[in-house]
T-cell receptor, first 114, second 110 residues
Framework: GAGVSQTPSNKVTEKGKYVELRCDPI?????LYWYRQSLGQGPEFLIY????????DSGLPNDRFFAVRPEGSVSTLKIQRTERGDSAVYLC????????????FGPGTRLTVL | QKEVEQNSGPLSVPEGAIASLNCTYS??????FFWYRQYSGKSPELIMS????GDKEDGRFTAQLNKASQYVSLLIRDSQPSDSATYLC??????????FGTGTSLTVIP
């Protein structure tokens, strides 16, 4: 079946602009995760959804970052007033709730803030 | 102290040798442990999961877990050039978060 998909694959924006990154999880996966990965680092947890609700958003760096999953499937990560330090690859992953958290990653969105 | 620590490498092994990758974690309550492979410019790919002490084998890969020592390792037998990648250790913490290490870069030399 289809894996996790993310759009866009690349996003270039200017400092101060607003961006939205989209994630479409594997069909039937109830858990969805957002991560941020900088060069040479492991993925850094941002937020986790179980169904429609954010079960844990403790990784969001500040209030410029927000994520939604209104129907329990597709999720959107929203970044306001982007800063150059937001430049990174944003990864989305999904998992079956009962599969001991084996997460499957999408291809990522590379965000560049000029 | 970081939640998950890995030697960043780079680790170089000749083709056909055994590659040994190590990871330590800080949360004694962690229950689930994973190894991901990440090729340059690509997203992480799950290769092994382990949940109980001991060894788990899958093809050329063996994961080893020692909860008392808070240590998890990955052995790759008969290493191939296509195994050259960064290997990420991940551990589940409280609240279903994943904590990733910074990864170990492996190069298999033909």
């Amino acid at each position: 079946g289809a894996g996790v998909s993310q759009t866009p694959s690349n996003k270039v924006t200017e400092k101060g602009k607003y961006v939205e990154l989209r994630c479409d999880p594997i069909s039937g996966h109830t858990a969805l995760y957002w991560y941020r990965q900088s060069l040479g680092q492991g993925p850094e947890f941002l937020i986790y959804f179980q169904g429609t609700g954010a079960a844990d958003d403790s990784g969001l760096p500040n209030d410029r970052f927000f994520a939604v999953r209104p129907e329990g499937s597709v999720s959107t990560l929203k970044i306001q007033r982007t800063e150059r330090g937001d430049s990174a690859v944003y990864l989305c992953a999904s998992s079956l709730w009962r599969s001991y958290n084996e997460q499957f990653f999408g291809p990522g969105t590379r965000l560049t803030v000029l | 102290q970081k939640e998950v620590e890995q030697n960043s490498g780079p680790l170089s092994v000749p083709e056909g040798a055994i590659a040994s990758l190590n990871c330590t974690y800080s949360d004694r309550g962690s229950q689930s442990f994973f190894w991901y492979r990440q090729y340059s410019g690509k997203s992480p790919e799950l290769i092994m999961s382990i949940y109980s002490n001991g060894d788990k084998e899958d093809g050329r890969f063996t994961a080893q877990l020692n909860k008392a020592s808070q240590y998890v390792s990955l052995l790759i037998r008969d290493s191939q050039p296509s195994d050259s990648a960064t290997y990420l250790c991940a551990v589940t913490g409280a609240g279903n978060q994943f904590y990733f290490g910074t990864g170990t870069s492996l190069t298999v030399i033909p």
